[in-house]
């Protein structure tokens, strides 16, 4: 019997499969999918594979044998094995790199290698030989690999391998995962209850202590040390119960629990509006039919698409198959999670990157062994190793953090695509502001197109109001926030009601300017302006992290007027206690949540402990829902028209209408202030009128003049090289091609 392998963190140049030889004593044991440690090249190091295919011949002679399986059970399904091939072909990259994105940090090996000393007598060694083996003599006979490189300060690959061939020393690997199972330590009764009671009867059981924790035990069957000890019982109290043998220890797993609410507050299914139940009997009927298929649920903001996701999940588990819901924002998840568990309960797993290693390999373990039929998450729950999907749900379909920035750069929605082609499943899009190629799809047939136009209140959609910042000066305005901004922003605390501010820019100032020469601080890498932070007095780069100190004088022309200049979300949060020293504030952007639940505390203290106003970036402008908030501002509405990329006004628009679509939500009247230099940008004004369709009209035709897409695809080859005549020249035979 043999085996494909593919090794882990090979490089291009190794990334193929590699047949190994399956010893007799694991032909029962070896499966698709499991992890094993291989001899790898000249120097049979071992590696850690990744078996890809079992088989009964190979085409190659003089292959090696498996050295050891590592998993019991396959940690890469059938499924997830034919999609690491999907993801190699699709976004350029190593199997290992694609396998990667699929099992958790956690379940990773660790690896130590021994040296040991066998035999120090020998007289035939070398210098680099002798200084080996006295530092071995100095260790009592061994020690590891990394520590003996450490100490001669030099490669000791090639010296080993020298004394292992002259029997001097020997090599002993030690293989184990990054995160285990944890555990804690619980205590049973030992001892038959009756025999116990007749110890106590014939007054052979004196401590009453004793008895008290006996009665817990035979009443619970077990209870962990930690319990006991809380309820007041020492450790040595339990110690001497132990040596008399009437109770027992033993090690019981404890699942690390992700969720910081248990108590979700259970829900049962609303009655839907007339609008959910056409697209849910929509979504019912394909369900029906079977077979891969895709819709794209439009529905305004406030128009219950989480409630036709949970309605259509339940169906899903009805018929015996599971779920993913995506979401693209980890800011998101807390709120969604809440939800949804109050619906299904402990069939809900989670997984995004703020989750520590533990408690993700927890949850993953979870997922793979059956025990959660509905996966949450952002961008990587899209790999969850869930069997029998029924339906994937991709929520606010349109944003862009569904695609990666670092390699494998994959595209959750293609991933999703995938696995619901595998799977014969049900792939639901769904936003208020459709991507222009999923719109474009639905609108020639390609996929199904379901539309939710009214909010569940029967309320209109909130009130929006243009300010032209071209004349605010004028007015009076400072530092970026009209005067109509600050008067509504008065009226709403004056009413008790909170209020959400969206700037797509965090810092204090979006970038220093020489007034007398216009020189502006660049990124050396990136040249793009550096954005000042207040509170570290420094100006970052948000593309690559570039710190420096801000110039007191201009690097050009030696000036002293160089100034901040522009408006980010550290000076709004300082500027709002101006308008009024009462309205209490609160910041929500990259700054603020890099702790591991650091976008659930700043969520949970605006909607619990009535701050007013909550400042932030695009990641407050989509998904909540805050029953208090009735007015929105939103500055520099129109940052992004400049940007030169041709999605600018999509982004525009989607921004826009998202965070207008935070007001409003629960039975009172929503207001949006919306601050713009260019209220005539057809984008602007299709969001300004909620419309669509009529700015979808307009986008598509001018995709259409330009040859963008969805009429064209785009693609980039970048080339690089030391110097820069051969780089030319690579790209003059990459245009002839």
Same mark, same amino acid.
């Given at each position: ?87 190699r072909k699709r976004y350029v990259c190593t199997y290992d ?201 439009h529905g305004v903001t406030g128009s219950g698409k989480t ?112 696995? $619901?082609? *595998?799977?014969?499943?049900? =792939?639901? @899009?769904?936003? &208020? ?6 719109? %474009? ?81 660049? $990124?050396? *890498?990136?040249?793009?302006? =550096?954005? @000042?932070?207040? &509170? ?6 948000? %593309? ?32 709002i206690p101006q308008i009024r020293s009462d309205i209490s ?60 990329? %041709? ?91």
């Amino acid at each position: 019997m043999y085996v494909s392998v593919v090794i882990q963190n090979s490089t291009r140049e190794f990334d193929k499969f590699y047949d190994y030889i399956v010893p007799d004593n694991m032909k029962d044991c070896i499966r698709p999918g499991v992890r094993v440690i291989v001899p790898f090249g000249k120097g049979n190091r071992l590696c850690e594979a990744f078996v890809m295919a079992v088989k009964e011949t190979s085409e190659f002679s003089g292959l090696k044998e498996i050295s050891q399986i590592i998993d019991e059970t396959p940690v890469l399904s059938d499924e997830l094995i034919e999609l690491s091939k999907y993801m190699r072909k699709r976004y350029v990259c190593t199997y290992d790199m694609a396998i990667r994105c699929m099992l958790p940090t956690g379940l990773g090996l660790l690896f130590r290698e021994d040296v040991i000393l066998m035999s120090a007598d020998r007289v035939d060694l070398d210098r680099d030989e002798q200084e080996i083996i006295k530092v071995l003599s100095d260790n009592n006979g061994k020690i590891s690999v990394e520590d003996l490189t450490q100490i001669v300060n030099r490669p000791v690959r090639k010296i080993l391998n020298q004394l292992i061939e002259k029997n001097v020393v020997r090599i002993k690997s030690h293989v184990q995962m990054k995160a285990r199972a944890k555990t804690e330590k619980n205590a049973c009764p030992a001892m038959d209850e009756e025999e116990f009671w007749e110890l106590v009867e014939n007054n052979n059981v004196k401590n009453l202590n004793y008895i008290r924790i006996m009665e817990i035990l035979y009443e619970e069957g077990s209870i962990s040390v930690a319990e006991l000890n809380a309820l007041g019982f020492s450790q040595n109290t339990l110690n001497n119960m132990k040596k008399k043998g009437y109770i027992a220890f033993y090690d019981a797993e404890v699942e690390r629990n992700p969720f910081e609410y248990d108590d979700a507050p259970e829900t049962l299914p609303l009655p839907p509006t007339p609008s959910q139940k056409k697209a849910l009997d929509i979504i019912y009927e394909a369900m029906e039919t079977g077979g891969f298929q895709e819709i794209l649920l439009h529905g305004v903001t406030g128009s219950g698409k989480t409630e036709v996701y949970m309605q259509a999940i339940a169906k899903t588990i009805e018929k015996g198959k599971n779920a993913i819901l995506l979401v693209p924002e980890i800011g998101l998840t807390p709120q969604t999670v809440r939800r949804f568990k109050g619906r299904f309960g402990n069939q809900i797993a989670l997984l995004h990157s703020r989750l520590s290693i533990g408690e993700r390999f927890d949850q993953w373990r979870r997922i793979k062994n059956g025990e959660a039929r509905v996966v949450i998450g952002a961008r990587s729950a899209v790999f969850a190793p869930l069997d029998n999907i029924g339906i994937i749900v991709i929520d606010e379909e349109h944003e862009t953090s569904y695609k990666s920035d670092r390699t494998p750069k994959y595209d959750a929605r293609g991933i999703a695509t995938f696995r $619901c082609r *595998y799977n014969n499943a049900l =792939l639901i @899009y769904g936003s &208020a502001t459709p991507s222009i190629e999923n719109y %474009y799809r639905a609108r020639t047939g390609k996929i199904k197109l379901v539309e939710m136009n009214e909010r569940t209140n029967n309320l209109p959609l909130p009130e929006i109001i243009t300010v032209d910042m071209r004349k605010e000066p004028d007015m009076g305005s400072k530092n970026g926030i009209s005067t109509v901004l600050t008067r509504e922003l008065i009226k709403n605390k004056e009413a008790g009601e909170q209020s959400i501010i969206f700037i797509n820019r965090r810092g204090y100032s979006n970038f220093v300017q020489c007034r007398n020469c216009g020189y502006i601080v660049l $990124c050396p *890498y990136c040249s793009v302006s =550096l954005t @000042y932070h207040q &509170a570290e007095k420094k100006l970052v780069c948000h %593309y690559c992290s570039f710190v420096t100190a801000k110039p007191s004088v201009c690097p050009e022309c030696k000036s002293n007027n160089i100034d901040l200049h522009g408006i980010g979300t550290q000076k709004v949060e300082e500027q709002i206690p101006q308008i009024r020293s009462d309205i209490s504030v609160i910041r929500m952007d990259m700054d603020t949540t890099t702790g591991k639940r650091g976008h659930e505390k700043i969520l949970d203290t605006f909607r619990n402990n009535k701050i007013d106003v909550l400042v932030g970036t695009q990641m407050i402008a989509k998904g909540h829902d805050f029953p208090d908030v009735t007015l929105v501002g939103i500055l520099s509405a129109d940052s992004l028209l400049g940007s030169g990329d %041709y999605k600018a006004t999509e982004r525009t628009f989607q921004l826009i209408t998202q965070a207008a679509g935070r007001a409003g939500r629960a039975g009172r009247h929503g207001r949006v202030v919306l601050q713009t230099y260019n209220p005539d940008n057809f984008s602007i004004q299709a969001a300004i009128k909620q419309d669509y369709k009529e700015f979808y009209r307009q986008e598509i035709a001018l995709r259409k003049m330009l040859k963008l897409p969805p009429f064209y695809q785009l693609g980039l080859v970048q080339v690089s090289s030391k110097k820069s005549e051969a780089a030319m020249e690579i790209i003059k035979k990459s245009i002839q091609i």
